[in-house]
């Protein structure tokens, strides 16, 4: 979670920039320009790259703040830039004005706007391990501005997490509704299954072009899909769930599309492909891993967040995940739980907040001040009823002071709200401010680069990363090791450790 003054939502609209406008005006021209990256009559006029560029430059900056914020290192960021001008000086437009961004976020993605503006993150930073990989990521990113995939409208913003759509139908509340359509969820759904396939063999022609090995586009999304994989079994769905269902609902299936790129790598040749492996983890030794303690941390059931102070614990079986939004927790027999933090405008009190702010469209019931650990706070309950469900719902509002309030949002199915009640009010009355040897405690895991020494195995190695049970898994991913491969004495690793 972020600590910001104001949301900034940015509607799908201002992302697109007014697509209808530019089918027009091809119209009105004598006849349609071919795309000069994909050889397809476009649809679009000429003149509208400018609206491209307009588009993606005025949306930049609210998309890095979407995705945590630029990330503070600029040997890192100057590094990202110089590979991506060196591909993109080989792509069909190659005088757009480009910029490249390494985002302060532990997940793994990357993306484009219009016109030029590409970012990624410094989680596929981490999963990456040659200059080529991150060369390919960009190159697929330069593909879809090439081909001016986002401004062919066929964008969708359909809200991926379903949990959020629920909770926005339910109370009504625009807040939570925007949530779900936030640039986070547009973005990531932007582009087609054939946009996708069409970046990646854009994304090798450029490689190839600039000197990379063009097989570290399939390597990079073979990564990508092993991630995938162990988050995926990190979240309880089958094994094999990747491939049938993919996260990214409108994304191809990742397995296809390492098919393609290989088939397509296959079939050219460089010279003395430069893949830059040595380079590479030295660029990236002692990249922040995981979550910065400064947009909070998760440990276990605890979320501590360092910059504002606090922290608080969800009952077991609840799966704790923090975004830039909020922090959200989830349990597999229903039940959710929201925090984030809002401004208040109006209300003179918390009730008041609580009544006519928070929950203007809904009548709450036992409205009560209480008081947290020195925080005061207040809470109401509601039964919310929408034409598909019924749930219940119970709001905490706790005094951050500045105009600021901490919000929980409960939501439990009407079977399941007695029985959760007891560990959701555990959870109301665990926030606290952190004392000085909690701060003190949080420090940041980073990616070190570091020589396979005698004696070290997966496992020894793998013994500081976060993810429990799975620290293994996520070692042979970050690593590039097979099921079972042993390590060799004297080998590159990267090590997680704070
Ligand atoms: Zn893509």
Not at 168 to 176: D, K, P, Q, V
Not at 268 to 287: K, M, Q, S
Request: aromatic share 6%.
């Amino acid at each position: 979670m972020q600590y910001r003054c104001h949301h900034t939502t940015l509607t799908r609209r201002s992302l697109l920039g007014g697509g209808t406008a530019l089918a027009c005006g091809c119209v009105m021209l004598s006849g349609c320009a071919a795309n000069p990256a994909t050889g397809k009559q476009s649809l679009l006029g000429l003149s509208s790259i400018n609206d491209d560029i307009r588009t993606g430059t005025k949306a930049y900056p609210e998309v890095i703040a979407a995705f945590g914020g630029a990330y503070n290192q600029d040997r890192l960021q100057s590094y990202v830039t110089s590979i991506g001008r060196k591909i993109v000086v080989n792509t069909e437009l190659p005088d757009l004005p480009y910029e490249f961004t390494v985002l302060n976020s532990p997940i793994i993605n990357a993306f484009a706007l219009p016109g030029g503006k590409i970012a990624l993150t410094r989680g596929l930073m981490a999963l990456a391990s040659s200059e080529a990989e991150i060369a390919g990521v960009l190159a697929h990113e330069a593909g879809h501005v090439n081909a001016r995939h986002a401004a062919q409208g066929q964008t969708r913003s359909t809200i991926t997490n379903i949990g959020l759509a629920v909770l926005g139908i339910a109370t009504g509340s625009r807040e939570l509704v925007n949530l779900g359509q936030s640039v986070a969820g547009t973005l990531l759904q932007k582009y087609s299954r054939n946009q996708e396939l069409e970046a990646d063999s854009l994304g090798v022609r450029y490689l190839t072009r600039t000197g990379y090995d063009p097989a570290a586009m399939a390597s990079m999304l073979g990564s990508m899909r092993e991630q995938s994989q162990v988050e995926a079994e990190m979240q309880g769905l089958p094994p094999g769930a990747v491939d049938e269902f993919n996260i990214m609902a409108s994304h191809p299936r990742t397995i296809e599309r390492v098919r393609d790129a290989t088939a397509e790598a296959a079939g050219v040749t460089v010279a003395n492909p430069l893949v830059g492996r040595a380079e590479y983890l030295d660029a990236i030794n002692g990249l922040m891993f995981a979550d910065d303690p400064d947009q909070g941390l998760v440990r276990g059931q605890r979320f501590l967040h360092r910059s504002l102070g606090f922290s608080f614990e969800v009952p077991a079986g609840f799966q704790l995940r923090n975004s830039p939004e909020n922090v959200i927790a989830q349990a597999r027999g229903g039940g959710t739980i929201v925090f984030d933090m809002a401004p208040v405008q109006r209300a003179r009190n918390l009730i008041e907040y609580l009544q006519y702010e928070w929950a203007a469209d809904v009548p709450l019931d036992n409205l009560e001040n209480i008081r947290v650990n020195g925080f005061a706070a207040a809470t109401g309950a509601a039964r919310l009823q929408s034409q598909q469900s019924v749930s219940d719902v119970r709001l905490v509002a706790y005094d951050a002071g500045r105009g600021q309030v901490y919000r929980f949002l409960f939501l439990t199915p009407p079977q399941s709200t007695r029985s959760l009640a007891p560990g959701l009010r555990d959870t109301t009355y665990s926030f606290r401010r952190l004392t000085e040897a909690d701060t003190a405690n949080l420090r940041p895991l980073r990616v070190i680069v570091a020589p396979v020494r005698a004696g070290d195995t997966v496992d020894s190695l793998a013994a500081s990363l976060p993810f429990d049970r799975f620290n293994a898994a996520w070692f042979r991913v970050l690593n590039d090791l097979q099921p079972g491969q042993e390590l060799t004495v004297g080998d590159t690793v990267k090590i997680v450790t704070s």
